[in-house]
Nanobody, 123 residues
Framework: QVQLVESGGGLVQPGGSLRLSCVAS????????MGWHRQAPGKRRELVAG???????TYADSVKGRFTISRDNDKNTVFLEMNNLRPEDTAVYSC?????????????????WGQGTQVTVSA
């Protein structure tokens, strides 16, 4: 059974920092691209940051320079370091694991999600 379990969310003042963690089980973690997504009330879910199996990273423009994604394959964990938080960063943050392979000529997509952790930025 695949599980992705996020932690580290909470209430923080503007300008503060939080570190989110997502521990994966039931998958070969090193084979998966990992991503952090967020969804604010009334808004669509958006990709915040992603890291490939090879360690390449990508960020939404709104978080570049403030957020850092990293992974520890030995601990099956992906992190999101969030600095200089703003009220508009308030959302539920969810972890995603994605692997796309070709088996017998067919594309196989393995896509898993965690339950999410609430991040609230408010004075």
């Amino acid at each position: 059974q695949v599980q992705l379990v996020e932690s580290g969310g909470g209430l923080v003042q503007p300008g503060g920092s939080l570190r989110l963690s997502c521990v994966a089980s039931g998958i070969t973690f090193s084979e998966y691209a990992m991503g952090w997504h967020r969804q604010a009330p009334g808004k669509r879910r958006e990709l915040v940051a992603g890291i490939s199996a090879g360690g390449h990273t990508t960020y939404a423009d709104s978080v570049k320079g403030r957020f850092t994604i990293s992974r520890d394959n030995d601990k099956n964990t992906v992190f999101l370091e969030m600095n200089n938080l703003r009220p508009e960063d308030t959302a539920v943050y969810s972890c995603n694991a994605l692997r796309i392979t070709v088996v017998s000529g067919k594309t196989v997509r393995d896509d898993y999600w965690g339950q999410g952790t609430q991040v609230t930025v408010s004075a």
